[in-house]
C-alpha cells in the first residue's frame, strides 16, 4: 500500500523509527482495518457502535486512498442494513461526518447515506390537501423531514442539494407506482443484488470486491 510504503521508506519518523501512530484515527476502526489485512473482510455485528466503526474504517480507506478497504466496508455496511433492517434513523448522526470527512463526488458510503435517508423521507410522505386532483398526483416530505433536510443542509450545501434533487426523483418514482412501496421495492432490490455494486467507489464496471463472499447475519437485532 502506497499510504505505508512512502511512510516507512522516508525520512521521517516513520522512515526512521519503523513504527506508525495514528493519534486522530478510531482505535475500533484500526482494528477492523488489520483484521481486514489479514481476513480480506470485514466482520457484522448488531450494534450502533459497531456501524459507528465501520464509517471510521471509510473514512481511514479515503485517507489512506485505498479503494478496495472502502469497497469492502460499503459491502459490510450493506449487509449490515439489510440484515438487522437498519434505517434512516442509523445514518442521520453519522451523515455530516461522512460528508466533511471523504471526498468522494457523491460516491460510496455519501451516497449510501443520502439513499437510506431519502427512503426513510420517502416513506413516511404524506398526499398534501390540495384537492382531489392533485392529492392524485403529488407527495409532499412531512414537516419533521423537511427540519431534518434543513438540520443536515445549512452547513454543508452540497448534501442539502444532494438530498433535495434524489428526493425529487424517488417521489417521482412513487407517484409513477401510486404508493410508496415502489420505493421500498426497489431499495430492497438495490441492497440484495449481490452484483451491485452501486456503493462502491470504484470506476464503473471496474469492480475491485472480494467476489461473492458476503455473510448475511441473520440472528438478533440490532442494538442502539
Not at 99 to 109: E, K, N
Not at 113 to 137: E, Q
Amino acid at each position: 500500500m502506497d499510504y505505508f510504503e512512502k511512510a516507512f521508506s522516508s525520512s521521517f519518523k516513520e522512515g526512521t523509527e519503523g513504527v506508525m501512530y495514528l493519534p486522530d484515527d478510531n482505535p475500533g476502526a484500526v482494528g477492523l482495518f488489520v483484521h481486514w489485512l489479514y481476513k480480506k473482510e470485514l466482520p457484522i455485528e448488531n450494534t450502533q457502535s459497531h456501524l459507528n466503526n465501520l464509517v471510521d474504517v471509510y473514512i481511514f480507506g479515503h485517507k489512506i486512498r485505498l479503494a478496495a478497504l472502502k469497497d469492502k466496508t460499503m459491502d459490510t455496511i450493506q449487509d449490515m442494513t439489510l440484515s438487522f433492517s437498519l434505517a434512516d434513523k442509523n445514518f442521520i448522526p453519522i451523515t455530516p461526518k461522512v460528508w466533511t470527512s471523504t471526498g468522494d463526488l457523491y460516491q460510496g458510503l455519501q451516497f449510501f447515506c443520502v439513499f437510506i435517508i431519502v427512503h426513510g423521507m420517502v416513506l413516511r410522505s404524506i398526499k398534501p390537501n390540495y384537492g382531489a386532483t392533485l392529492r392524485a398526483t403529488t407527495r409532499r416530505i412531512c414537516d419533521s423531514d423537511e427540519q431534518l433536510m434543513w438540520d443536515l443542509g445549512k452547513a454543508n450545501f452540497k448534501l442539502f442539494t444532494r438530498l433535495l434533487r434524489v428526493l425529487e426523483f424517488e417521489l417521482q418514482i412513487c407517484l409513477n407506482g401510486s404508493d410508496t412501496k415502489v420505493a421500498s421495492k426497489r431499495r430492497k432490490a438495490l441492497l440484495e443484488d449481490e452484483n451491485s455494486c452501486f456503493s462502491h467507489c470504484h470506476k464503473q464496471a471496474s469492480c475491485i470486491s472480494e467476489g461473492d463472499d458476503k455473510k448475511k447475519n441473520e440472528v438478533g437485532g440490532f442494538v442502539q
